[in-house]
């Protein structure tokens, strides 16, 4: 189970090259990969492509970005306040498209951050919603709605 999470997160992060300067990305796979490994030693053991594997891996996925997303916002957040180097939009939105779009949306409440800046809100109400057309896509040809 493990080496399967390690092998998908690693494999994107050697596939897609804005993810090797992306250092929140890095921190989301040490924490899947963690947790996935005190799951395995201290619950269960699992074969790499059971089920529960699967759906056990996109759990610790969207807990993961969803904490590391809010993370990125505060850290920015705090940067732009301080007048220190702030984080780069595209490494927000590449966490955003991954799936942590949810701890986006929370964290630019709580932090009161880039919800005036136009053109970062249009892209990212764009990603939401090409996101939720995908979902919606996979689950009607699924048969599941």
């Known amino acids: ?30 924490v899947v990969i963690l947790s996935a490994y005190y799951v395995e030693t201290h619950y269960f053991r699992a074969s790499a492509f059971a089920y529960k594997t699967f759906l056990l891996f996109i759990v610790f996925h969207f807990i993961s970005i969803n904490l590391v997303t809010i993370l990125a916002y505060w850290k920015d957040k705090r940067a732009a306040m301080r007048g220190d180097w702030r984080t780069p939009e595209a490494e927000l939105h590449t966490l955003e498209l991954l799936g942590g779009w ?7 409440k709580l932090f009161h951050h880039k919800t005036k800046k136009r053109s970062y809100q249009s892209i990212f109400w764009l990603m939401l919603i090409l996101q939720l057309g995908i979902i919606w896509f996979i689950l009607r040809f699924l048969h599941l709605i």
């Open 102 to 108: 949810s701890g986006a949306l929370l964290a630019q």
């Open 1 to 30: 189970m493990v080496i399967t999470f390690a092998a998908v997160l690693i494999g994107l992060l050697a596939l897609i090259r804005p993810l090797q300067r992306n250092g929140f990305y890095i921190l989301h796979c040490a």
